[in-house]
Structures are given as structure tokens and as C-alpha cells.
Nanobody
Framework: VQLQASGGGLVQAGGSLRLSCAAS????????VGWFRQAPGKEREFVAS????????YYADSVKGRFTISRDNAKNTVYLQMNSLKPEDTAVYYC?????????????WGQGTLVTVSS
């Protein structure tokens, strides 16, 4: 599975962005997918994940109520809708996929897309 993250950019605080994670591979629809982020000088942290069917989603406390993860298996794509963005959301965002569960040990990773939130 190859992952391509896109959709990052510069946005003012309070604004919105939608990240996309496009995947190659026929079995992508059977993989759990997640988003992580890494800010300068900080460790990579979990943001959100979604089960292969889309029926289960999980969020970090810091983004609950503001971010929504979804997937379209027909398009081999997972989305992260980010609303009410804050300067502390500034980071490189990575998508990851795994056949079993999402963690920092996930099997496949995208290249990252930079999100910058200005105050």
C-alpha cells in the first residue's frame, strides 16, 4: 500500500482545511487508517483513526469536536476535515494504514503534508 497525503496549507485561526490520504492497492478498503501529526521539536502524536468499514472512529482529546475523519473506499481515500483550527494544530500531518490497528507502529505511512495555522 502506498499513501499520498495532501491538502495542507496556511490558514488563519478559526479556519478549516480538509486533508486527503489517497492510497494505492486493491486491499486498502480492508485497512484501518489514521492521521498523526508532528510539530517542530515534538514527538509524533495520534490525531484520529477510522476502521476499515468506517463504522468506528477515534480521536485525540485535543481535536474532538473539531476534526472529523471519514473514508470513501470506492475512491481509496481517507479524509480529515479540520475545523476551528488553532495555532497549536500547526504540524506536519501524516496518514498511516495498517491491516489490524493504528499506532505509531503502523505498517504504511504517507509522506506528510504541512498545516500552518496563523494566529
Amino acid at each position: 500500500v502506498q499513501l499520498q497525503a495532501s491538502g495542507g496549507g496556511l490558514v488563519q485561526a478559526g479556519g478549516s482545511l480538509r486533508l486527503s490520504c489517497a492510497a494505492s492497492g486493491r486491499t486498502f478498503s480492508r485497512y484501518a487508517v489514521g492521521w498523526f501529526r508532528q510539530a517542530p521539536g515534538k514527538e509524533r502524536e495520534f490525531v484520529a483513526s477510522i476502521s476499515w468499514s468506517g463504522s468506528n472512529t477515534y480521536y485525540a482529546d485535543s481535536v474532538k469536536g473539531r476534526f472529523t475523519i471519514s473514508r470513501d473506499n470506492a475512491k481509496n481515500t481517507v479524509y480529515l476535515q479540520m475545523n476551528s483550527l488553532k495555532p497549536e494544530d500547526t504540524a506536519v500531518y501524516y496518514c498511516a494504514a495498517d491491516p489490524t490497528r493504528i499506532s505509531t507502529a503502523a505498517a504504511y505511512w504517507g509522506q506528510g503534508t504541512l498545516v500552518t495555522v496563523s494566529s
